[in-house]
């Protein structure tokens, strides 16, 4: 079975300083994709950065990097240079390539950007 | 990115009632639309898998015949939950992939839902 873990529930950064939200996962699956996602109290899902199984590089998306150590099945969000309004949930998610691409999702972290 | 509507954003409803949520694709075809349910500061718990022209694949635990899923066509999947009682209500939200090859999951806005 798939399975995403979060293990920081709140995070606190200040403002301009860098994070890292954890993320570990487990499958068995060979092929797969990580994601993370924003979700702001509006409620709506940003899509912030993705990282395939097979890539060799980490993923980077302008203030986003994704930290991917396939062998220790962690894939890591920093955010560097935190503003206000990165103050949000963020999801670690993965797509499961033999589960009609289905994407589950680990149980979140509430990241709150002190000024 | 691609824009996945949904509607409405929010419904209250009476106990016994049925809702339907619709989700659509606007800017391109989606082959698969998944289906979440969120609690209040909880994850997004995936409910049933839509693939266009077949009957759903439902998560353990998710009652088909509480939450009936049509996928009709390439641009439309909706969700009824079928008489609705207070334990139903919750924040739900709808993705799609537009076929082979895609990476991210393109998100509807969600769907709060209020059963009184």
């Known amino acids: 079975a798939q399975k995403i873990t979060q293990t920081q529930p709140g995070m606190f950064v200040q403002e301009k300083e860098a994070v890292t939200l954890d993320c570990t996962y487990d499958?068995?699956?060979?092929?797969?994709?990580l994601f993370w996602y924003k979700q702001p109290s509006s409620g709506e899902m940003i899509f912030l950065i993705y990282?395939?199984?097979?890539?060799?590089q980490n993923a980077t998306e302008g203030r986003y990097s994704l930290n991917f150590q396939k062998a220790r099945k962690s894939a890591n969000l920093v955010i560097s240079a935190s503003q206000l309004g990165d103050s949000a949930m963020y999801f670690c998610?993965?797509?499961?390539?033999?589960?009609?691409?289905?994407?589950?999702f680990g149980p979140g972290t509430s990241l709150s950007v002190i000024p | 990115g691609a824009v996945v509507s949904q509607h409405p954003s929010r419904v209250i409803c009476k106990s016994g009632t049925s809702v339907k949520i619709e989700c659509r694709s606007l800017?391109?075809?989606?082959?698969?639309m998944f289906w979440y349910r969120q609690f209040p500061k909880q994850s997004l718990m995936l409910m049933a898998t839509?693939?266009?022209?077949?009957?759903?694949?439902?998560e353990q635990g998710v009652e088909k015949d509480k939450f009936l899923i049509n996928h009709a066509s390439l641009t439309l999947s909706t969700l009824t939950v079928t008489s609705a009682h207070p334990e139903d209500s919750s924040f739900y939200i709808c993705?799609?992939?537009?076929?082979?090859?895609?990476?991210?999951?393109?998100f509807g806005q969600g769907t709060r839902l209020t059963v009184v």
């Open positions: 993705s799609a992939r537009a076929g082979g090859g895609w990476t991210e999951a393109f």
């Open positions: 800017d391109f075809q989606a082959t698969t």
């Open positions: 839509s693939n266009e022209g077949s009957k759903a694949t439902y």
């Open positions: 998610a993965m797509r499961v390539e033999t589960s009609y691409d289905k994407v589950i």
């Open positions: 499958t068995s699956d060979p092929s797969y994709g």
């Open positions: 990282q395939g199984s097979y890539d060799q």
